[in-house]
């Protein structure tokens, strides 16, 4: 495959040919319309809710609105067993075929379909409450064969060309290539951005068990992903910049405030801290609207974590106050009602984003209807 290295010039001749024959492309001037997109997570939890794919499917597809959808991690409960890529042969409860059912239903989303790991299918592998099923590692290289095959292209019906940092990446840091999985794109005056930070075990901090124990690479896997996430970040902002857009959105699996993770017994927060004070610093010097959106907590919530350092986000990071950022936490699915976030881009207005929700499954534990 074909490395390019990562410049604002090649950056932005890549974003401008990526956006050719969309219809919510970005246009000079002031001429910017709306957009739709469809964003999820923690999503399916259970046979019950892969079941009801088909309503899922339905409810998004039918909305002539939306032009992409977005997934923020997490395609298996952390009590399921993953697919076994480190295991051999693999253990009788796993279910090697769960990966590739999820990758099937993303494919039958009409529009291009974005995808972003979460912690269930690769960091808590290793954990007695998902079977001890599988090695991070190779688990996190099966969920890039599979989702990630062809870097710099979508999943969907109708696919669409993005930047995958495994394609564009400082060439100072060539081990930056191997995360297929960060993408970048732009639409619409609006620069999109997504980041493997896994969540529930403080960035992958909480260590390997069992007979997958491996302090050193653990730890080395946390500091180059890390890294590689916070300059992939920091070329997104770039290009911001350089291009003058409305706005940039940030999706990510990990809820980098979850205030289970700071209660005993949690995982703590402390490793998501250099990356949360750079995208602090990123978005004050860009000055216009940020939307961070995740999953991972599983709670629908709209908040400014960064607004007020003295809130009880805000001391988490310990960063200035940054106003113009918002976060969202899309709902899971195991909570009721099992429903998408339906996000609406339009530039022409002061805030730029807006949403609601959509229902599709009343009762996700029971019989949808």
């Known amino acids: 495959m074909k490395k ?7 950056l932005a001749a890549a974003l401008a040919a990526a956006s050719i024959g969309h219809a919510d492309e970005r246009h000079d001037g002031d001429d910017y319309g709306r957009t739709t997109i469809a964003v999820f997570g923690d999503w399916p939890y259970s046979q019950t809710l892969l079941n009801a794919a088909p309503l899922l499917l339905k409810s998004v597809n039918g909305d002539r609105d939306v032009s992409l959808v977005l997934h923020v991690g997490d395609i298996h409960s952390g009590s399921m067993a993953c ?42 592998c290793h954990k007695s409450k998902q079977l001890s099923s599988g090695d991070p590692l190779k688990e996190l290289a099966s969920v890039r064969g599979l989702f990630f095959a062809r870097p710099g292209k979508t999943l969907g019906v109708h696919e669409r060309t993005v930047l995958s940092q495994a394609q564009f990446y400082d060439h100072a840091y060539p081990t930056d290539a191997n995360y297929v999985e960060n993408v970048m794109w732009e639409d619409n005056g609006v620069v999109f951005v997504t980041v493997n930070m896994p969540g529930g075990s403080n960035n992958d901090a909480s260590p390997w068990t069992g007979n997958f124990a491996n302090p050193a690479a653990q730890a080395q896997e946390m500091a180059d992903r890390t890294a590689a996430d916070t300059r992939w970040l920091q070329a997104a902002f770039k290009q911001a910049k350089q291009t003058h857009a409305r706005a940039v959105l940030v999706a990510t699996q990990a809820d980098m405030w979850d205030p289970e ?62 106003p113009n950022l918002t976060r969202i936490t899309v709902q899971g699915s195991t909570n009721a009602p099992a429903e998408w976030l339906r996000l609406t881009i339009d530039p022409r207005t002061k805030s730029v984003f807006s949403w609601q929700n959509v229902v599709y499954c009343a009762n996700p534990g029971g019989t949808c209807p």
């Open 4 to 10: 390019l290295l990562l410049s604002t010039a090649v």
């Open 83 to 124: 697919t076994s890529a480190g295991i051999l042969p693999p253990i009788p409860a796993s279910n090697p075929g769960w990966n590739q059912q999820i990758y099937t239903i993303f494919q039958q989303f009409n529009v291009p379909m974005v995808y972003t790991p979460g912690d269930n299918e690769w960091t808590d």
């Open 261 to 322: 993770q700071t209660a005993p017994g949690g995982a703590g927060l402390s490793n998501y801290t250099s990356f949360v004070q750079q995208l602090a610093d990123l978005s004050l010097d860009f000055g216009r609207p940020v939307l961070l959106i995740n999953g991972d907590s599983h709670l629908y919530e709209v908040d400014q974590p960064l607004a007020n350092p003295s809130s009880t986000t805000g001391v988490i990071h310990h960063t200035l106050p940054v």
